[in-house]
């Protein structure tokens, strides 16, 4: 193990890999696929979501399986500030014209906003 992982606390990492494992399907997952995927015990992965779901960071289904909660996407919103996502995202944007005008082709249709932040 490296000194990274070892810094790190488990119950954050088996979090971390939980919910990337649920987000990577279109689909609520089961609890079975869920341990599988993470490696954690069925009973640990079970207690994990339990608590997941009680603060909203995961929901079960009524067939018992589980998706992504509402509260991330509550917190997606606050990324950066209240404008940090916006901000993001015109950064991308403004990268991709750079490298399209770089190449010859920019689209029509494409020019700068002068009320984004720069």
Same mark, same amino acid.
Not at 88 to 99: F, K
């Given at each position: ?40 015990? *069925?009973?640990?992965?079970? %207690?994990?979501?339990? !608590?997941?779901? $009680?603060? =909203? ?6 067939? &018992? ?16 500030? *209240?404008?940090?996502?916006? %901000?993001?995202?015109? !950064?991308?944007? $403004?990268? =991709? ?6 190449? &010859? ?14």
């Amino acid at each position: 193990m490296t000194a990274k992982a070892t810094s790190s606390i488990q119950v954050i990492t088996r979090v971390s890999r939980l919910l990337d494992s649920i987000a990577a399907h279109d689909e609520p997952v089961s609890l079975k696929t869920l341990s599988n995927n993470t490696g954690l015990h *069925p009973s640990t992965t079970f %207690r994990i979501l339990a !608590s997941l779901i $009680e603060h =909203r960071f995961v929901e079960r289904s009524e067939s &018992g399986r589980y998706q992504l909660g509402v509260k991330l996407l509550q917190l997606s919103h606050r990324v950066g500030g *209240p404008r940090g996502v916006r %901000r993001e995202a015109h !950064s991308a944007w $403004e990268s =991709r014209m750079e490298n399209a005008g770089s190449g &010859g082709h920019e689209s029509e249709g494409t020019a700068s906003n002068s009320h984004e932040p720069h």
